[in-house]
């Protein structure tokens, strides 16, 4: 009998794995390494979430899969003000960080062998992960036109501000895309994790009335509180959208024990109701990011896009590895375009998640 191999199998190598021996060459730095490549946040988790979390520690019992009434609200408030969303008609559901519902949620659809989910052709490796996971089929596009009449498309995704370019799609090209999809029943997820970081442009999302028209219907927003709170380590995420997919979502995730922490959940209210310490972390980035634009482009590199999000998409017009290793021999190490698809072999993605002191110190190293 021919058995399958191990799901593993289907997943590409982990690819921060490739950046190993920059990493050590950066290391050997004698004033120590500065990681500007995975992008993970490093200032304070703000006091009024640490609270709240040490206030609901008491938690013996199991939490609702759903969240709870007062999260839901939060969630429900913070959509309508942030999105632009009316004040109700779309269903919102707590996740466990958002990779996890980028990762599952093909699954979670009944997306499977034979299906196509479009991802953008320059992206965050996770969307691919997920189709492969559910055994579908990715087609990198930017435009629908490339996608072709005859594919199965069941789920398009399209990440605004994007990961790893910075890119600000307008509403009226995600206005394309949502019509698209209704047309042939597919689903939008719109990965808007960065959307509260806007530098040079305005991010828009899929649940304002510009682009869903005011209906729900076929999309889904995924949002996370990683960056914009500094909770990356309390694995806080939510997806609001289309009331009927969120409701099957909850329904498997209720069987499937996908459920948010009682502690987290009371953090996430928290960090919902309070946009001062959200307002302090945007200003700490484009700080950084000032620092770092005028560093970069000052020892030559060209910078695209990036005009949100929490990175810089940086290219000197030669393939990412030797700029890779042109940054580490100046002890600064970043992540390697080929990571996000094919055709960013010549950039490379610098993360504005460094201390102050030690984005300063990539000044001095690139002066
Ligand atoms: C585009 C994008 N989506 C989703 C995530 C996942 O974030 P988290 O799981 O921390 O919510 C990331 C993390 O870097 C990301 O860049």
């Not at 004033?31 to 013996?60: E, Y």
């Not at 199965?152 to 019509?179: C, E």
Request: charged residues 20%.
């Amino acid at each position: 009998m021919n058995r399958p191999g191990p799901v593993s199998s289907r997943l590409p190598e982990f690819t921060w794995d490739t950046l190993d021996a920059a990493a050590a060459l950066a290391a050997a730095h004698p004033d120590g390494p500065i990681n500007l490549s995975m992008g993970t946040p490093v200032d304070p988790v703000p006091q009024v979430i640490r609270q709240a979390l040490a206030d609901a520690s008491d938690a013996p019992g199991y939490p609702l899969t759903a969240g709870t009434r007062v999260l839901r609200d939060a969630i429900t408030g913070w959509v309508s003000r942030v999105c632009g969303a009316g004040a109700d008609g779309f269903g919102v559901l707590p996740t466990i960080g958002s990779k996890e519902l980028v990762a599952w949620l093909p699954t979670l659809l009944g997306v499977g062998p034979g299906d196509v989910v479009v991802v953008p052709s320059i992206a965050y490796p996770t969307y691919e992960d997920g189709a492969r996971l559910a055994g579908a089929t990715t087609v990198r596009a930017d435009s629908l036109t490339a996608v072709g009449p005859t594919s199965r498309v069941r789920l398009v995704w399209v990440n605004s501000p994007g990961n790893p370019t910075g890119r600000v799609l307008p509403a009226t090209h995600l206005r394309k895309v949502v019509d698209w999809a209704r047309e042939r029943g597919a689903v939008v997820a719109s990965d808007e994790c960065y959307l509260p970081l806007g530098w040079d442009a305005e991010p828009v999302s899929v649940l304002a009335p510009e682009v869903c028209g005011g209906s729900y219907d076929s999309v889904l927003a995924v949002h996370s509180l990683s960056k914009r709170s500094n909770l990356a380590g309390y694995r806080a995420g939510f997806v609001a959208g289309d009331p009927a997919l969120v409701a099957e979502l909850l329904k498997i995730r209720k069987h499937a024990g996908m459920i948010v922490p009682a502690p987290v959940q009371a953090a996430m209210v928290a960090a919902l109701r309070d946009e001062r310490h959200a307002d302090e972390q945007r200003e700490r980035y484009r700080a950084r990011r000032e620092t770092l634009r005028a560093a970069f482009v000052g020892a030559g590199f060209t910078v695209e896009h990036s005009e949100a999000g929490l990175y810089l998409w940086l290219t000197r017009g030669e393939d990412c590895w030797a700029t890779v290793d042109w940054l580490a021999r100046r002890g600064i190490l970043v992540a390697a375009g080929v990571f996000y698809g094919p055709g960013a072999r010549q950039y490379v993605r610098a993360a504005l998640t460094e201390s102050d002191e030690r984005i300063a110190a990539v000044a001095a190293r690139l002066a």
